[in-house]
């Protein structure tokens, strides 16, 4: 029974291992196919989190990133120079100022994603046969389950 419940644990490992090599290189393969820029990590962060949670103040966004809101200051005022976000009033308090991502952007990323799409789409048609691709979706209801609680 032991030798089971091990080679279980083997098999599971290198399960892991692939799955992480082939995700790294198919999400290196997406970034090539869109227009994705020379951004920092933490500007990446806060325009994703801009996008998922809306407008946010560089406090907020500070908070979420786990830094001060001093060092959220010239990431905002970078992104801004380069027409990515725009700062306006908070209605509730005149005080603050509201970070958003700007229309064009907007418009960048649906873009790239677009690209990315019919990339991948083009691909999964030329290199998979019809059983193929049903085995990779039935691959993916199970991965789903992997991340989904």
Do not use: C, Y
Request: charged fraction near 30%; aromatic fraction near 2%.
């Amino acid at each position: 029974m032991a030798a089971t419940r091990d080679d279980g644990h083997i098999r599971a490992s290198a399960l892991a291992q692939d799955l992480r090599a082939l995700l790294g290189k198919l999400k290196r393969r997406l970034r090539e196919q869109a227009n994705v820029g020379d951004f920092t990590p933490t500007q990446v962060a806060a325009l994703l989190r801009l996008e998922k949670d809306g407008p946010a103040t560089a406090s907020t966004l500070a908070r979420a990133e786990g830094m001060r809101p001093q060092s959220m200051a010239p990431v905002i005022a970078a992104l801004e120079g380069a027409g990515l976000v725009s700062g306006a009033p908070d209605p509730v308090d005149g005080r603050q100022t509201l970070i958003s991502l700007t229309d064009t952007f907007r418009k960048r990323i649906e873009a790239d994603r677009a690209m990315r799409q019919d990339w991948l789409t083009r691909v999964i048609e030329a290199r998979l046969s019809p059983q193929e691709q049903h085995d990779v979706a039935k691959a993916i209801t199970a991965l789903k389950r992997l991340v989904d609680e």
